[in-house]
């Protein structure tokens, strides 16, 4: 029986940015995946569509195009934002949290956001695409520290990314 791991990212279907990130993250920690586990994304085209009508359709189809063979995971990879210093981003995420849990699907963060995590900076919206390629073309996964990857709690340029997939794609 397989699994397939369904990354629901905040970027849009044109720029896939995050879908980046994520697949370098996974093809350098855990080389090839197994046969049994397929990875696919649904690109949300920001936070605030997390539990739009459309996405939880998009779900909803995957997972049942997907029965037959296994069980999906569903996996929410989010960028905090401000949390600690805005209050109306603090409370988007707690909500996002608790739609997770409540569906039991997975929660990945990236503190304050997948650049800083990635790159050590915020990048500015027209420059993200350009700075996605470049970080998978210079292969700077390499230059990421693990432990970053990581983290139990949210700080700058740390995410629970390898956490989670630990759990996923090793432990089974």
């Known amino acids: 029986m ?77 960028d905090t934002d401000k949390y600690e210093s805005n209050a109306v981003q603090k409370k988007e995420l707690e909500e996002i949290f608790r739609y997770c849990d409540d569906n039991n699907y997975r929660l990945v963060w990236f503190c304050h956001d997948v650049e800083e995590v990635y790159l050590g900076k915020t990048v500015e919206d027209s ?19 693990k432990k970053n990857l990581m983290s139990k709690t949210m700080g700058k340029a740390k995410s629970n990314i390898l956490s989670v997939l630990e759990e996923l794609i090793r432990k089974g």
Do not use: W
Request: proline share 2%.
């Open 127 to 145: 420059d993200k695409k350009k700075a996605s390629i470049e970080f998978q073309k210079n292969k700077k996964i390499e230059n990421v520290d």
């Open 2 to 78: 397989g699994k397939q791991l369904l990354f629901c990212v905040e970027t849009d279907k044109s720029t896939r940015t995050d879908v980046i990130y994520i697949r370098e993250t996974i093809k350098h920690f855990f080389g090839a995946i197994p046969d049994t586990v397929k990875v696919d994304f649904i690109c949300m085209g920001g936070k605030n569509k997390y539990k739009n009508r459309n996405i939880v359709r998009e779900i909803k189809d995957k997972t049942r195009m997907y029965a037959p063979i296994g069980k999906t995971e569903v996996i929410y990879c989010v």
